[in-house]
């Protein structure tokens, strides 16, 4: 087997994973659409979401678009060898990111916590939810002046905090299997643990492969 194909092989193995960590919040958003558009009736859990449906939208389809195309940015034949598409698939890609992260922000300032969030998780998401933002606007400048290094870099941070709520998924798995359903302050605990994991990860990536992100 070539180094080229070890290569390929790793790469079509990188996308697969993101894009099955990306179905979570797929799946998730699209049963929250169905429920919005379908009559159900609200419940206590809900109804903050049929009290102000047009960000929880928004926040949906970005989520969505930016999570599943974002895996295909990682595909080193598409971004080099294809960098039209590379280019027009982040022109897409910054505005769904943007829109994720600033519903993200709105519904954490405004709209009502439910009874198994609590304050701690409240300030977790305000801080990944600046932290995708600042982390999207920063790759965008850094590529308008031609810094490409710093622009994948920071990308793939953005990218890797919008993938937190699949990471959350496994995060929390074992404590529903094992304990039951988590309390406020474990809830908390369990879904800062995802976002922390991916940011790990992240510049783990970064530092350990400048040379991949940077020509």
């Known amino acids: 087997m070539t180094d080229m194909s070890v290569r390929r092989g790793r790469a ?6 993101l894009v099955g960590l ?5 799946l998730a958003g699209g049963l929250r659409l169905a429920e919005l558009t379908g009559g159900a009736a609200a419940t206590p859990d809900s109804a903050r979401f049929f009290a102000a449906p047009v960000p929880i939208v928004l926040h949906i389809i970005g989520v969505s ?3 599943v195309l974002g895996a295909f940015q990682f595909v080193p034949r598409l971004r080099r060898g294809s960098p039209g598409w590379h280019r027009v698939a982040g022109r ?21 916590l439910p009874d198994h969030d609590g304050p701690l998780l409240a300030a977790f998401r305000l801080v990944f939810g600046t932290a995708m933002a600042a982390s999207v606007v920063l790759g965008l400048v850094a590529v308008r002046r031609r810094d490409l290094g710093r622009h994948r870099a920071w990308m793939i ?3 890797a905090i919008g993938l937190g709520a699949g990471t959350q998924a496994l995060t929390q798995l074992p404590w529903y299997l094992i304990v039951g359903t988590p309390g406020e302050l474990a ?3 369990l879904l800062g643990a995802g976002w922390v ?12 492969r400048p040379a991949r992100f940077s020509s």
Not at 12 to 17: C, K, N, S, T
Not at 22 to 26: E, T
């Open 22 to 26: 990306g179905v979570v919040p797929v």
């Open 92 to 112: 897409l890609l910054v505005p769904c990111g943007l829109v994720a992260a600033l519903t993200g922000l709105w519904m954490t300032f405004f709209s009502a």
């Open 12 to 17: 079509g193995w990188l996308v697969a994973a």
């Open 65 to 67: 678009v930016y999570t």
């Open 187 to 189: 809830r908390a605990l």
């Open 157 to 159: 941070r953005g990218y």
């Open 197 to 208: 994991i991916n940011m790990a990860v992240a510049e783990w990536v970064i530092r350990r």
